[in-house]
């Protein structure tokens, strides 16, 4: 069946540094892979995503390509923030029937001023 | 997230009383799906729905858990006779029509069963 693993964390970084979460998959087909972001006791936000292979998502200065050769989107920033803090969950959409998400299992982040 | 309400957000249960979880879904989606967040876990996918029909249920236990969405009115997510092990956060997402491929999430209700 399709599956998502994530890096293993947590990861606890500098303020400025730079990020990158790695996130592999498996998947009939061709899915739409997503980044989301879950900020302490709230729901999960849509950070990024990518419908296709070689699509880039990005937005709020994070980055993640759709990688079909290596079946991997890993998600990168430059330079992170304190309020960057928050458990990243990487995600495919299945292609057939009711096309639900596929979580990995998340990676905690936390930014250290 | 904006939009997708659920409640009530926080739900304490004693082992063996039923707890009911709502979803009510931005205004125009009338798609619901459900997914339930252990402890360190990523969310696992239980149900969707759509108005009046369960479409897919392939997450769901076999046993005590029941999900609807009727015609007027929130999604339900309804657990009898809970146990510890129930205890998790659940959350709902919907989707406007024909855009299946992105989901939008409620804050969560957070369940504890004592």
């Known amino acids: 069946g399709n599956s998502v693993t994530q890096m293993e964390g947590p990861v606890t970084l500098s303020e400025e540094a730079f990020l990158t979460i790695n996130c592999t998959y498996t998947?009939?087909?061709?899915?739409?892979l997503f980044w989301y972001v879950q900020y302490p006791g709230e729901g999960l936000q849509l950070l990024l995503k990518?419908?296709?292979?070689?699509d880039k998502g990005s937005n709020k200065g994070f980055e993640a390509t759709y990688r079909k050769e290596t079946t991997s989107f890993h998600l990168e920033k430059g330079s992170v923030q304190v309020s960057d803090s928050a458990v990243y969950f990487c995600?495919?959409?299945?292609?057939?029937?009711?096309?639900?998400?596929?979580f990995g299992q998340g990676t905690r982040l936390t930014i250290n001023p | 997230n904006a939009g997708v309400m659920q409640n009530p957000r926080h739900l304490v249960r004693r082992r063996g009383q039923e707890a009911r979880l709502r979803c009510s879904p931005m205004?125009?989606?009338?798609?619901v799906y459900w997914y339930r967040q252990l402890p360190e876990e990523g969310l696992k996918f239980m149900v969707y729905?759509?108005?009046?029909?369960?479409?897919?249920e392939s997450g769901m236990p076999k046993e005590r858990f029941s999900a609807e969405f009727p015609k007027e009115g929130p999604s339900i997510l309804r657990i009898q006779q809970v146990v510890r092990g129930d205890s998790a956060a659940y959350f709902c997402?919907?989707?406007?029509?024909?855009?299946?491929?992105?989901?939008?999430f409620g804050p969560g209700t957070r369940l504890t069963v004592l």
């Open positions: 997402a919907t989707h406007p029509p024909g855009v299946y491929n992105e989901q939008f």
């Open positions: 205004k125009g989606h009338s798609h």
């Open positions: 998947a009939t087909g061709y899915p739409s």
């Open positions: 995600a495919l959409s299945e292609v057939q029937g009711a096309q639900k998400l596929v």
């Open positions: 990518a419908t296709k292979a070689d």
């Open positions: 729905l759509q108005k009046e029909n369960i479409i897919d």
